[in-house]
């Protein structure tokens, strides 16, 4: 397995995918991973559904219209769910295990994407989170995050050098603006 820093240089944003499945080794590593995600006062406020029905990926697809289309053409689709009736750092700890599930991807030789669903609009009138909760019975209690993209790569993307980052972002001690 990649250590922690190689697997943060390779992780981008793939969203070309190979049409082949993931394996049951492939698919049952990320839940570990997912399932392994920290929460706020060890609360686990996430669940998790896993897709993997082609006509069920083609409809999260078209969640938020071009901005999501790339799930249409991944294995898996991760959809991040919370509970705000848990803890009020649902959000956060949604976003730990979305992140931890790129991170996984990579390790295991997978491409992956972040959609954004939370606080975004499906049509006019239907929020993104109502249509995705709507498609898979998920129930009222729980929150839609986001749903993370899964497959075999058929983009190559580089890491950013390090020479690219944005260290202006990085403070001392005490902020200082530029």
């Given at each position: 397995m990649k250590d922690l820093m190689e697997l943060l240089r390779e992780r981008r944003s793939i969203r070309r995918y190979q049409d082949r499945p993931l394996s049951d080794e492939q698919v049952a590593a990320l839940e570990e991973a997912v399932l392994r995600s920290?929460?706020?006062?060890?609360?686990?406020?996430?669940?998790?559904?896993?897709v993997d029905d082609r006509e069920l990926l083609n409809r999260l697809a078209a969640t938020r219209g071009?901005?999501?289309?790339?799930?249409?053409?991944?294995?898996?689709?991760i959809v991040v769910l919370g509970?705000?009736?848990?803890?009020?750092?649902w959000v956060e700890?949604?976003?730990?295990?979305?992140?931890?599930a790129q991170l996984a991807a990579?390790?295991?030789?997978?491409?992956?994407?972040?959609?954004q669903v939370r606080n975004r609009e499906h049509a006019p009138g239907e929020t993104a989170e109502d249509y995705v909760?709507?498609?898979?019975?998920?129930?009222?209690?729980?929150?839609?995050?986001?749903?993370i993209?899964?497959?075999?790569?058929?983009?190559?993307?580089r890491p950013t050098p390090k020479e690219g980052l944005s260290f202006?972002?990085?403070h001392r001690n005490r902020f200082k603006p530029a």
């Open positions: 920290p929460t706020g006062r060890d609360t686990r406020s996430w669940e998790f559904v896993f071009s901005n999501s289309a790339f799930l249409g053409g991944a294995s898996l689709g509970n705000d009736k848990v803890t009020d750092t700890d949604s976003s730990l295990a979305a992140i931890i990579v390790g295991l030789g997978l491409g992956s994407c972040w959609s909760r709507g498609l898979l019975g998920i129930p009222d209690d729980l929150r839609v995050l986001c749903v993209a899964v497959g075999h790569p058929s983009e190559e993307k202006r972002k990085i």
